[in-house]
């Protein structure tokens, strides 16, 4: 499966923006999706996730609140949705996909689509 992420952009700390990860090649069906991003001088760290099946949801602890992570099956793509944005958010943000279970180890995810650039101004 390939992936294709965007939605990246500049915006100032408070405002939203929304990223997509769209799969061609399959389905996302019986995957679970993931968003990571990587900050500067950072390692690639977990930020939400998805199992397409059933809809759960994962969040790390700093982006609760804020972001949501959602799916269409119709588009066969994966949203993440961030609002509240933080200086802190800024990173290059991938998504990725693994079968069936979420898990927040970058590792664990087979297909990854490029990054898209997120920069939270001050």
């Known amino acids: 499966v390939q992936l294709q992420a965007s939605g990246g952009g500049l915006v100032q700390a408070g405002g939203s923006l929304r990223l997509s990860c769209a799969a061609s090649g399959r389905t996302f069906s019986n995957y679970a999706v993931g968003w990571f991003r990587q900050a500067p001088g950072k390692e690639r760290e977990f930020v939400a996730a998805i199992t397409w099946n059933i809809g759960s949801t994962y969040y790390t602890d700093s982006v609760k609140g804020r972001f949501t992570i959602s799916r269409d099956n119709a588009k066969n793509t994966v949203y993440l949705q961030m609002n509240s944005l933080r200086p802190e958010d800024t990173a290059v943000y991938y998504c990725?996909?693994?079968?069936?279970?979420?898990?927040?180890?970058?590792?664990?995810?087979?297909?990854w689509g490029q990054g898209t650039l997120v920069t939270v101004s001050s």
């Open positions: 990725a996909a693994r079968s069936l279970l979420v898990h927040t180890s970058p590792s664990k995810y087979d297909y």
